[in-house]
C-alpha cells in the first residue's frame, strides 16, 4: 500500500504516470479553505497564489485514473471550516 501527500504545484506527465501505476492508496493534496485563503498562505516562487493551479493538477491526476482523496483542508477558524468543505473538486 502506497500513498502520497503533495502540495500538488509540480505534476507534469512522468509524476501522473508514476501515481497511476505505483499508489494503491491514492494522493492527498492539502488546500487552506477557499481561493483566496489558500492563496494568502501557498504562494509559488514567483509570487503569486497557487490555488488555481493545484485544482488543475488535481482534475489532471482525477482524469488519469489517480485515487485523489479529498483535499486536506488547513484551518483557522469555523468560517474558514465551513468554506473549505464547500470545496468541489
Known amino acids: 500500500m502506497l500513498s502520497i501527500?503533495?502540495?500538488?504545484?509540480?505534476?507534469?506527465?512522468?509524476?501522473?504516470?508514476?501515481?497511476?501505476?505505483?499508489?494503491?492508496?491514492g494522493v492527498q493534496?492539502?488546500?487552506?479553505?477557499?481561493s483566496?485563503?489558500?492563496n494568502k498562505k501557498r504562494i509559488t516562487m514567483n509570487g503569486d497564489g497557487s490555488y488555481d493551479r493545484i485544482v488543475a493538477n488535481v482534475k489532471i491526476l482525477q482524469d488519469a485514473?489517480?485515487?485523489?482523496?479529498?483535499?486536506?483542508?488547513?484551518?483557522?477558524n469555523l468560517t474558514e471550516k465551513q468554506s473549505c468543505l464547500k470545496i468541489k473538486i
Open 65 to 76: 485514473g489517480v485515487a485523489v482523496k479529498r483535499p486536506q483542508c488547513l484551518i483557522n
Open 36 to 38: 483566496y485563503h489558500h
Open 5 to 25: 501527500i503533495t502540495n500538488g504545484i509540480l505534476i507534469d506527465e512522468d509524476i501522473v504516470k508514476f501515481m497511476k501505476e505505483e499508489l494503491t492508496e
Open 29 to 34: 493534496i492539502p488546500i487552506d479553505g477557499l
